[in-house]
């Protein structure tokens, strides 16, 4: 199946006019799903999601007060995703993880591993510091920029 640009743009038309939800369409080798979130308060705008990150909600809305007053709470520095995927904690699902909270880790230290187009990334720490937090739990889709955990 090959998805040309022309043709993803006519599948979002189609889900806007027929007032659809959702439009997936698959071969052994490639997905496509356009999802349309519905929401009163904002313009209904068709999105384009690769078959890798199908599972998200992706929201127009603004966060709320009180998601904006939990991230200043945290203590330490953030440490990011560098890219969008899935996090693991541990190399494998019998091993332990790489690091947990009151861990200290040292700058390039391996802390956690983000599968992307099925390959496995190696995640290290930029900074040196004890973990007072990890955000996400093993499993987790996660996108670029999103906290992992904080270091102080």
Do not use: W
Not at 69 to 83: D, F, R, V
Not at 89 to 110: L, W, Y
Not at 142 to 148: A, D, I, N, R, S
């Amino acid at each position: 199946m090959n998805f040309d640009l022309d043709y993803l743009e006519k599948l979002a038309n189609l889900v806007y006019e027929k007032d659809l939800s959702e439009i997936t369409l698959e071969d052994e080798e490639h997905a496509v799903c356009l999802k349309r979130e519905k929401n009163i308060n904002s313009v209904n705008i068709p999105t384009v999601l690769p078959s890798t990150i199908t599972s998200q909600v992706i929201s127009t809305n603004k966060p709320n007060s009180n998601e904006d007053s939990q991230l200043k709470s945290h203590k330490g520095n953030p440490i990011t995703a560098p890219m969008v995927g899935t996090f693991y904690s541990a190399p494998s699902p019998d091993d332990p993880p790489f690091v947990k909270v009151g861990d200290n880790i040292g700058a390039g230290q391996v802390i956690c591993i983000i599968e992307a187009m099925k390959l496995m990334n190696e995640i290290e720490a930029d900074i040196s510091g004890k973990i007072t937090e990890i955000c996400v739990n093993n499993g987790d889709s996660v996108e670029f920029g999103q906290v992992l955990m904080y270091v102080e």
